[in-house]
């Protein structure tokens, strides 16, 4: 028997092999694994969103940014610059509101100039800026610089400028456009055609009164009529307490809903001077006895919750069953829509 072999040793064994052998994902893996990255998706969002929406609850706004627009660029005293341009309706009447709000607040600010380029609006909210400006104007006089168009509610916020103020309109403006309108569209004879009747469950004779799939019955009418003269009858003791050179019977004459040039308003006391933006501010400073001043406007800040709704979630286009209830939907417009009221007559003297 040899002694050279080893007869404890090992080395020359082999080794154990492990193989893992992977069934085939199926289809249904597939799609549950989308389905568990999707819905992490949509979680991280709309937890994002509500990040957001307790910040913005729970943070102090900071309020509309002020930019500098002309004037002495080192100069202390300031005249704010509050541009009202476009419809009247939300979301532009809140921010209108804030800017002057901060206005208000602001010491420095001496003088305000009202910028109009309006057609003017919802009732409301023309009369919620012709509100806050009158009390914007008790502690700061304010000037009003008129646009292309300044009429109906974009005449009725100029008369935020007070008894004291001064409205100013250029030469091409056109303004007045004095009355209330309520869009009613008569769809009776379409929905015949169609085929389609209106038989809405209500719990009172007036509940659909501007259904546009009927006409209007005689007691409809006569409650709409008194609305209507409700905020016609504001309109114009608005302008009565605001222009001195206009007496009841005078704006009764020129409320009509017609719209004039800005030779034909200043003749008729609609406006007190044809001029420019440079105009009103000198005006201003004159007023105010400044040497010189900053002319600042404003420029509203999206909050990041607004911010993220608008990237993440775009508006949905109105279907046709939208636009068909938002046509129902009561409205009362202080607004010059096209054609309405628009003559070239030249007033008398």
């Known amino acids: 028997m040899s002694g050279s072999g080893s007869f404890g040793s090992r080395s020359s064994d082999p080794q154990p092999a492990w193989l893992l052998v992977q069934p085939p994902e199926t289809g249904l893996r597939k ?5 568990l990255w999707i819905g992490l998706a949509l979680s991280i969002l709309l937890n994002i969103s509500l990040f957001a929406a307790v910040g913005d609850y729970f943070t102090k706004p900071n309020g ?36 002057i709000e901060k206005i208000k607040d602001d010491d420095s600010v001496k003088g305000v100039l009202v910028s ?11 009369h919620q800026i012709y509100y806050r400006l009158r009390e914007l104007n008790a502690k700061k006089p304010i000037a009003v610089q008129m646009k292309r ?3 109906s509610g974009g005449y009725y916020v100029a008369m935020g400028s007070g008894v004291n103020g001064k409205i100013f309109a250029e030469p091409t403006t056109w303004t007045g456009s004095i009355g209330v309108i309520i869009p009613r569209y008569d769809l009776t004879e379409a929905a015949k055609k169609l085929g389609v009747a209106s038989d809405p469950l209500k719990t009172g004779p007036l509940k659909d009164a501007l259904s546009p799939f009927r006409e209007l019955s005689p007691e409809e009418r006569s409650v709409w009529d008194e609305i209507l003269k409700d905020a016609f009858q504001r309109f114009q003791g608005v302008i009565v307490e605001n222009r001195k050179a206009l007496d009841p019977a005078k704006v009764k ?11 034909q308003a200043r003749q008729h006391g ?8 440079e105009d009103s501010i000198k005006w201003l400073q004159e007023k105010c ?8 406007t404003y ?28 046509a129902s939907v009561p409205r009362a417009f202080y607004f010059c829509s096209w054609g309405a009221g628009l003559s070239t007559a030249t007033p008398s003297p």
């Open 31 to 35: 799609w549950s694994r989308r389905v």
């Open 299 to 326: 420029e509203n800040q999206q909050t990041l919750f607004e911010q993220l709704l608008g990237v993440s979630f775009p508006a949905k286009p109105a279907s046709e069953i939208d636009i068909v209830l938002d």
């Open 64 to 99: 509309p940014i002020e930019k500098y627009h002309s004037g002495d660029r080192v100069a202390s005293d300031k005249i704010a610059l509050v541009k009202i341009h476009g419809t009247i309706m939300p979301p532009f009447t809140e921010r209108i509101l804030r800017v």
């Open 116 to 126: 109009i380029d309006s057609p003017g609006g919802l009732v409301a909210d023309s």
């Open 289 to 296: 006895e400044l040497t010189s001043a900053r002319v600042v």
């Open 253 to 263: 004459e020129v409320a009509t809903g017609q719209i004039f040039t800005a030779d």
């Open 149 to 151: 168009l300044a009429a």
């Open 270 to 277: 609609l406006v007190d001077e044809i001029g420019f933006e």
